[in-house]
């Protein structure tokens, strides 16, 4: 499930979290030196933005990886390898880049990189970055530090789209030195704060300092060292233990007490995703529209939020979170589970979730199983190791799937890839025409009221039709010893670290 791909899988359903504050800084001035140790919440897939679908390859690549754009925490754009941008014309974007900055091979960063690096993410066989990047027509080269988008139709998320991995800029001498084990060992091929070591699968991955990162002072940090922890119990062991540093994610349930405890930091901020699953649309029995319904009207909600979650975060409707301009409070097409209506609509038929073996993820699927049995619908729980589960997923192998979403700064983020005709992240494969036309009608229009209201009618049908079943909206969270400073809390999730560091 292309789609799921897409970072999709923070997996643990769930991600940490307690009383909603602001994003931003920790206070306190970093030390230089010393390493810190990151968990994440499963392995990692590939180390190339190209073809990554996985939350925790996107944290990984913040840190090797500089992108066109960035953000600060309240989720405005910035610059970043584009130094300034001059977008009047909504089809021809004219960017300035940084000077002076090279990668970690040694090699420049400049305009022939960019439209090195925008051709492979628009061409691969296995890029994922097709549907973020269908605008783009072309990109010519003006001078070293001057290029140009043209684009086929005015585009309105595209600075944002570039903050992410279709804006994450490679060394294509490093990419082409490193061949078919490039994704596995990307050796100087960022220009970040912090450069590729080596990638031990279920052991590290171990980046170190960048000396000549172009970003005056950063990073402070000597070194990363990254270990995958899929069990959120076993990653609050290691934290209380010192073999962790930072987490992103808890079980919920231990959320209270790790606040009360003065060895670790804890804080949250409402996050830009969504959770819930997907549901085949392309195959039984949930090529049935009416089955899908069932399955949504069935589900409680407000008892996920409570007994899994504990009240960290909101019950979620749809795609778009309360913290978006294009959030829609009315849509409430499935809200209180009714299994006597679920009834009437379809029931007697079995279906099997995918899911995996971490203990948040297993609890949810119970629960829902229970609610669902309420409805005369049997679901099973197929429980998968993680790589088998995401692949499956990805290639549409299933009949419903515990999926969730980081997030990204635009609304188009949330919805064009998952659920456009033929996206890049529509594991579902679901299909609407109109839907199709609100989304991208939402693409090319400037006017943001337009566009909300391109998204308020895309929403309501998605819901409807239940290709996808809300349940929660979570948070961002800083879960860490208290020897880590300047922590930046964003609310995509992402743990950028070359502001950070450790007493």
């Given at each position: 499930?292309?789609?799921?791909?897409?970072?999709?899988?923070?997996?643990?359903?769930?991600?940490?979290?307690?009383?909603?504050?602001?994003?931003?800084?920790?206070?306190?001035?970093?030390?230089?030196?010393?390493?810190?140790?990151?968990?994440?919440?499963?392995?990692?897939?590939?180390?190339?933005?190209?073809?990554?679908?996985?939350?925790?390859?996107?944290?990984?690549?913040?840190?090797?990886?500089?992108?066109?754009?960035?953000?600060?925490?309240?989720?405005t754009?910035?610059?970043?390898?584009?130094?300034?941008?001059?977008?009047?014309?909504?089809?021809?974007?004219?960017?300035?880049l940084?000077?002076?900055?090279?990668?970690?091979?040694?090699?420049?960063?400049?305009?022939?990189?960019?439209?090195?690096?925008?051709?492979?993410?628009?061409?691969?066989?296995?890029?994922?970055?097709?549907?973020?990047?269908?605008?783009?027509?072309?990109?010519?080269?003006?001078?070293?530090?001057?290029?140009?988008?043209?684009?086929?139709?005015?585009?309105?998320?595209?600075?944002?789209t570039?903050?992410?991995?279709?804006?994450?800029?490679?060394s294509?001498?490093a990419?082409?030195?490193g061949?078919?084990?490039?994704?596995?060992?990307?050796?100087?091929?960022?220009?970040?704060?912090?450069?590729?070591?080596?990638?031990?699968?279920?052991?590290?991955?171990?980046?170190?300092?960048?000396?000549?990162?172009?970003?005056?002072?950063?990073p402070?940090?000597?070194?990363?060292?990254?270990?995958?922890?899929?069990?959120v119990?076993?990653?609050?062991?290691?934290?209380?233990?010192?073999?962790?540093?930072?987490?992103?994610?808890?079980?919920?349930?231990?959320?209270?007490?790790?606040?009360?405890?003065?060895?670790?930091?804890?804080?949250?901020?409402?996050?830009?995703?969504f959770?819930?699953?997907?549901?085949?649309?392309?195959?039984?029995p949930?090529?049935?529209?009416?089955?899908?319904?069932?399955?949504?009207?069935?589900?409680?909600?407000?008892?996920?939020?409570?007994?899994i979650?504990?009240?960290?975060?909101?019950?979620?409707?749809?795609?778009?979170?309360?913290?978006?301009?294009?959030?829609?409070?009315?849509?409430?097409?499935?809200?209180?589970?009714d299994?006597?209506?679920?009834?009437?609509?379809?029931?007697?038929?079995?279906?099997?979730?995918?899911?995996?073996?971490?203990?948040?993820?297993?609890?949810?699927?119970?629960?829902?199983?229970?609610?669902?049995?309420?409805?005369?619908?049997?679901?099973?729980?197929?429980?998968?190791?993680?790589?088998?589960?995401?692949?499956?997923?990805?290639?549409?192998?299933?009949?419903?799937?515990?999926?969730?979403?980081?997030?990204?700064?635009?609304?188009?983020?949330?919805?064009?890839?998952?659920?456009?005709?033929?996206?890049?992240?529509?594991?579902?494969?679901?299909?609407?025409?109109?839907?199709?036309?609100?989304?991208?009608?939402?693409?090319?229009?400037?006017?943001?009221?337009?566009?909300?209201?391109?998204?308020?009618?895309?929403?309501?049908?998605?819901?409807?039709?239940?290709?996808?079943?809300?349940?929660?909206?979570?948070?961002?969270?800083?879960?860490?010893?208290?020897?880590?400073?300047?922590?930046?809390?964003?609310?995509?999730?992402?743990?950028?670290?070359?502001?950070?560091?450790?007493?």
């Amino acid at each position: 499930m292309s789609r799921m791909a897409a970072v999709i899988v923070a997996l643990v359903v769930l991600a940490a979290c307690g009383t909603q504050g602001q994003p931003g800084t920790q206070s306190g001035t970093p030390k230089h030196g010393g390493t810190a140790t990151i968990a994440l919440e499963s392995e990692l897939r590939t180390l190339d933005p190209m073809d990554s679908s996985l939350l925790v390859e996107r944290e990984v690549f913040y840190n090797m990886y500089d992108s066109l754009f960035t953000i600060d925490p309240n989720l405005t754009i910035k610059p970043g390898l584009v130094k300034s941008w001059d977008v009047s014309d909504p089809v021809n974007y004219k960017f300035t880049l940084q000077t002076g900055v090279k990668y970690h091979d040694g090699t420049p960063f400049n305009a022939q990189s960019v439209k090195d690096n925008i051709t492979r993410y628009k061409t691969g066989a296995t890029s994922r970055r097709k549907s973020d990047l269908s605008s783009v027509a072309s990109v010519d080269v003006v001078d070293d530090s001057h290029v140009n988008f043209h684009l086929k139709t005015p585009n309105a998320t595209l600075l944002a789209t570039l903050v992410d991995r279709a804006g994450m800029m490679l060394s294509m001498a490093a990419v082409q030195k490193g061949g078919q084990d490039f994704s596995l060992a990307p050796l100087g091929a960022g220009s970040g704060p912090f450069q590729f070591v080596e990638w031990r699968r279920n052991d590290h991955l171990t980046l170190k300092k960048n000396p000549d990162y172009w970003r005056s002072g950063l990073p402070y940090l000597d070194g990363l060292t990254y270990r995958a922890i899929p069990d959120v119990n076993a990653i609050l062991a290691a934290l209380k233990t010192g073999d962790v540093d930072i987490a992103r994610v808890i079980a919920a349930k231990d959320v209270a007490a790790l606040k009360t405890d003065s060895s670790f930091v804890y804080r949250d901020t409402p996050a830009i995703g969504f959770n819930g699953f997907e549901l085949n649309t392309g195959a039984p029995p949930f090529n049935d529209a009416a089955k899908r319904k069932a399955v949504a009207t069935a589900i409680d909600k407000y008892q996920i939020l409570k007994n899994i979650n504990f009240n960290i975060g909101v019950v979620g409707y749809g795609p778009i979170p309360p913290s978006s301009w294009a959030f829609d409070s009315s849509e409430k097409i499935y809200d209180h589970a009714d299994a006597a209506k679920a009834k009437s609509m379809a029931t007697g038929f079995t279906f099997t979730f995918k899911t995996t073996s971490d203990p948040v993820a297993q609890q949810l699927a119970q629960l829902m199983q229970s609610q669902l049995a309420a409805a005369g619908i049997t679901m099973q729980i197929q429980t998968e190791e993680f790589a088998t589960y995401q692949q499956e997923c990805a290639n549409h192998q299933f009949q419903a799937c515990g999926v969730n979403w980081s997030g990204r700064i635009d609304p188009d983020g949330n919805m064009y890839a998952w659920w456009h005709t033929g996206g890049d992240f529509n594991d579902s494969m679901y299909s609407n025409s109109q839907v199709d036309k609100w989304l991208e009608d939402a693409r090319t229009n400037s006017d943001q009221a337009k566009r909300k209201q391109d998204y308020d009618n895309a929403q309501k049908q998605i819901v409807e039709d239940a290709p996808y079943v809300f349940s929660t909206f979570g948070v961002s969270a800083q879960i860490s010893s208290n020897k880590i400073q300047g922590f930046t809390l964003y609310p995509d999730l992402m743990i950028r670290m070359a502001g950070v560091g450790k007493s």
